[in-house]
């Protein structure tokens, strides 16, 4: 039996697909609990509520990264690879830190400007 890939660097599409399932699962069970879907009790049933999901997410994505990276983990070793995660994930943890301490902000002048708009009308 063997397994097919694109030629672009070990991109298994079939597991990908799967792994978007997984987390679209995870999407619609949250959204289920919190009530902004209204989807059927079956689905919420069969799919145990979701943790199923979350661990069959996380154990895809680390074998597709492995899988992905396993020429530079055999021949640099092991601290290339977790440079080359760290170098891609820091950007959007950056993002996130920009958005999540300049958002007080953006709302406090929001209401600043409200405040005096009201007064001048």
């Given at each position: 039996?063997?397994?097919?890939?694109?030629?672009s660097?070990?991109?298994?599409p079939?597991?990908?697909?799967i792994?978007?399932?997984?987390a679209l699962?995870?999407?619609?069970?949250?959204?289920?609990?919190l009530?902004l879907?209204?989807?059927?009790?079956?689905?919420f049933d069969?799919?145990?509520g979701?943790?199923?999901?979350?661990?069959?997410?996380f154990?895809l994505?680390?074998?597709?990264?492995?899988?992905?990276?396993?020429?530079?983990?055999?021949?640099?070793?092991?601290a290339?690879?977790?440079?080359?995660?760290?170098a891609r994930?820091?950007?959007?943890?950056?993002?996130?830190w920009?958005?999540?301490?300049?958002?007080?902000?953006i709302c406090?002048?929001?209401a600043?400007?409200r405040?005096?708009s009201?007064?001048?009308?």
């Amino acid at each position: 039996m063997s397994t097919t890939t694109s030629q672009s660097g070990g991109v298994l599409p079939a597991l990908t697909s799967i792994r978007f399932l997984a987390a679209l699962t995870v999407v619609l069970s949250h959204f289920t609990e919190l009530g902004l879907l209204n989807a059927p009790k079956w689905f919420f049933d069969f799919v145990d509520g979701g943790p199923p999901a979350v661990s069959l997410f996380f154990v895809l994505s680390g074998f597709i990264l492995t899988y992905t990276y396993r020429k530079t983990i055999g021949t640099d070793g092991p601290a290339r690879f977790y440079v080359a995660r760290f170098a891609r994930s820091i950007r959007s943890c950056f993002c996130h830190w920009v958005c999540r301490r300049s958002s007080p902000l953006i709302c406090l002048m929001a209401a600043i400007h409200r405040s005096c708009s009201i007064g001048t009308r």
